[in-house]
Each structure stands twice: as C-alpha cells, then as structure tokens.
C-alpha cells in the first residue's frame, strides 16, 4: 500500500509549495485557448495543463463535472489527467463531491478510491451532508488505499453558509460537527503513523471570511489538509488565505483554477501563472 495521503501530501507541499491547479475546462476558456468545446478541445486543454504543471505543484485538481459534460469520451480525458499525475509524481485531487446513501457510497468509493480504478487519484472530494456516517464506505477505501478525502465543510461559495452555519439544540454548528468528525478520523491515524496531518481533509474556502470562527470550527484541531478553493477567480488571495487560517495555515493547500489557467495555452505562461500564485499562497501561509 502507498504511504498515507496526508503525509504524502505534506511531503510534496515541502517540495512544490502549497498550491494546487485546478483543471476546470470552461467552454469560455476552450476558446479563449482556440479549442473547440468537444473531447478533442478537452483532451488539448488537460494535456496542456499538465505539461505545464506536472511535477512542479503539489497537486492538480480535476473539475469532474467539465470533464462528464462532455460524456464518456470526456471521462476518458479525466482518466487520462489521473494517469499523467501518477507519471508526473503529483498528486491528483478529483473534485467529484460525491455523497451518497452508504451502499450507493460504495460504489463511489470503488470508482474513485480503489488502486486499479482508472478513475481513481490520489484524493476525493465528498460530501458529507446525507450524514457524515454515509462517507464510512469512502473512509474505509481510502485509509485501505493510502488515498485521502476532502470533505466540504465551508465552502467558497456565500449560498453554503445557509447549511453549513446551521447549529443543533445545543449550539454546535454543522461545519463544526463534519470538522470534529475529520478530527476523530485523522487522531485515529495520527496516532498510530506519527504523521503531523491525517488524510481526511476539510474543504475550506479562501473567501469565507470569518467563518470559521464564527461558526465554532477549529480548523488547527482537525490535523488534516485544508483544501482551500477560491484563490483568484472568486476574489481571495494573499491576505485572505492569511485571515481565515490563522494558526492552521500550514495544513493549507491553496487551489486556483481560472486564476491560473487564464495565463494559457502556453505552456511557459502557465508556469509561470502557476509559479506565482505558488510563491503568494507560499508567502501568506508561512
Ligand atoms: O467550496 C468550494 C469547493 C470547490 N470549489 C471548486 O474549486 C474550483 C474553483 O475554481 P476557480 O476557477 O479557482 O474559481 C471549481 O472547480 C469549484 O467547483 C470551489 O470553488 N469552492
């Protein structure tokens, strides 16, 4: 079995910095690229990103929902990212937010968990609102496999707080509950490998402001990676990385998508592109 996702993890971001790219092929960034909006245009677009990036950022994030709206020829392409990362030695976040009754979990769990999957990377991410206890079939594939989840928890998006900030009878908010589960899983494993994070990491965005605190959650406590969208496109950057995490900065692994992929097709200006986004969430967290 491969190492545990949370120290892997914490080893590339040692050697690449705490940024991941998300591969989120629009239709309106095919054409800004000159592609056409069809699996041809796709398989362009994530070929060029990872030429770009493989081996030099800590992870890349596939968009799901852009590659299947393009069919099964369009799931081939994201199939074909998960396999340039294993080629490249990064590591591949598939951002499917899958969650599910237990038994229908499962089968996720097998399709994107599982070592032999074509679909499988090295983390996914879930959602936790059918019951945090309905991700068990997903915890279990991914401590089996040394893969690691995101689980949404505050997300960058203003219309996730009506759910997230939501408290029980006794005051605990519902990000707050998810996070103590994350917390639970991830003293589990810390405890036994010695490892500094676990691998069930929380979906924090950058943009969320205070949220954190004010919805109870203490984001240092969980001992997993905090994966942290909303850098570029949706407005956050330097300062609001260093605001919303505080002392638990060091779990952060920041994540742009359009903010960098804008700078392409060339190969070189996406480097770039992704080279300075590194070096401020770099700057932010240290
Ligand atoms: O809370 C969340 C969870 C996931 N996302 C995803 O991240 C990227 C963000 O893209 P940008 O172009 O950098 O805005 C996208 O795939 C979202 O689905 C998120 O934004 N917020």
């Not at 994201?78 to 976040?93: K, M, S, Y």
């Not at 003293?187 to 500094?196: D, N, V």
């Not at 850098?231 to 300062?239: E, K, R, S």
Request: glycine letters at 12%; charged letters at 20%; hydrophobic letters at 50%.
């Amino acid at each position: 079995m491969a190492a545990a996702f949370g120290a892997r993890l914490a080893e590339a971001m040692d050697a690449h910095g705490p940024l991941c790219v998300g591969i989120d092929p629009h239709p309106g960034l095919l054409a800004a690229w000159g592609l056409p909006d069809d699996a041809s245009g796709l398989a362009a677009f994530a070929r060029t990103v990872m030429e770009a990036v493989g081996g030099r950022v800590a992870a890349v994030k596939p968009q799901s929902a852009l590659f299947e709206r393009h069919g099964s020829a369009g799931v081939a392409v994201l199939e074909e990212v998960v396999a340039a990362g294993r080629a490249t030695g990064t590591l591949v976040i598939v951002d499917a937010k899958r969650g599910d009754i237990g038994s229908t979990m499962a089968a996720y769990a097998d399709a994107y968990l599982r070592d032999g999957s074509p679909l499988a990377g090295d983390a996914l991410t879930v959602s936790p609102f059918l019951g945090f206890g309905s991700l068990e079939p997903a915890v279990e594939a991914a401590r089996a496999t040394g893969r690691g989840l995101f689980v949404l928890a505050l997300t960058s998006n203003p219309e996730g707080a009506s759910v997230q900030h939501a408290r029980d009878a006794s005051g605990v908010s519902v990000a707050a509950a998810i996070a103590g589960q994350a917390r639970l899983l991830n003293e589990r494993e810390t405890a036994a490998s010695g490892a500094e994070l676990g691998s069930v990491g929380l979906v924090v965005g950058a943009t969320i402001g205070s949220a954190a605190h004010d919805a109870g959650v203490d984001l240092a406590a969980v001992r997993g990676p905090l994966l942290a969208p909303g850098v570029g496109a949706q407005g956050a950057g330097a300062a609001e990385l260093a605001a919303v995490f505080g002392p638990a900065r060091r779990a952060v692994l920041a994540s742009s998508s359009r903010g960098v992929l804008a700078a392409g097709p060339d190969r070189e200006a996406l480097r770039r592109a992704a080279e300075r986004a590194c070096a401020e969430a770099a700057a932010a967290l240290r």
